[in-house]
């Protein structure tokens, strides 16, 4: 079954300590891409990645990292989180970030640093 | 920064009654796409658009892309409970990136 996974779903830590959420999809797709959900503001968009060893900042990079040294993964790295980081986290995949592919979520990893 | 602003942020419909959300572009889009999201779940794709002037259909709901390519619309026909739910537009810049709409939240009255 296609998907893109992610891990944890839920997830509650405290300020500074380091955390990193997975994701991962099955369908060879070349753009991935990461968003933070908060009521009233939508999706904004945090890094994304056309391809393997090419990442970009998206709209609210700071404070997080990312990484794509395979195709399939894309992993979520905050590496000292803040109150301000809590949210509902997506990870997305599409074939290509060129052209016009819709994009496949994630179930969401809910974060809530104290 | 590029912009796309959706209205309303809710809209409360009688079951049967319709619905439309809209999307509008600071800046020209290259293509425009629709999701929804269920309550609890995850944004899932419903349609694109590409062309200037576009209108699209599903069954029940309506997609239109502007002539200038800087606004669309989801219109639903006689809402149902399973259209419940916070649809998202998502325009596509000139630098691949896809930038959202905040979502219009469908609230069916009881």
């Known amino acids: 079954e296609a998907q893109v996974t992610q891990n944890p779903r839920y997830l509650i830590t405290v300020t500074g300590k380091k955390l990193t959420v997975t994701c991962s999809q099955n369908m060879n797709h070349e753009y991935m891409s990461w968003y933070r959900q908060d009521p009233g503001l939508g999706l904004r968009q945090i890094y994304y990645?056309?391809?393997?060893?090419?990442?970009d900042k998206g709209d609210v990079p700071e404070g997080y990292k990312v990484s794509r040294k395979e195709k399939r993964n894309f992993p979520l790295i905050l590496e000292s989180p803040s109150p301000n980081q809590t949210s509902l986290y997506f990870c997305?995949?599409?074939?290509?970030?060129?052209?016009?592919?819709?994009?496949?979520f994630g179930d969401g990893t809910r974060l809530s640093i104290l | 920064g590029q912009q796309v602003m959706q209205i309303p942020q809710y809209q409360h419909v009688q079951e049967g009654e319709d619905f439309t959300t809209y999307c509008n572009s600071s800046t020209t889009l290259s293509n425009i796409q629709w999701y929804k999201q269920r309550p609890g779940g995850h944004p899932v794709f419903l349609i694109q658009l590409v062309k200037s002037g576009e209108v699209k259909k599903q069954k029940r709901l309506t997609f239109q892309f502007g002539e200038a390519k800087k606004n669309s619309s989801l219109h639903i026909t006689a809402t149902q409970t399973t259209d419940v739910g916070t649809y998202f537009c998502?325009?596509?810049?000139?630098?691949?990136?896809?930038?959202w709409g905040a979502g219009t939240k469908l609230i069916i009255k009881p």
């Open positions: 997305a995949s599409s074939s290509s970030g060129e052209g016009i592919q819709p994009q496949h």
């Open positions: 998502a325009g596509k810049n000139s630098n691949y990136q896809l930038i």
């Open positions: 990645s056309m391809n393997v060893e090419v990442t």
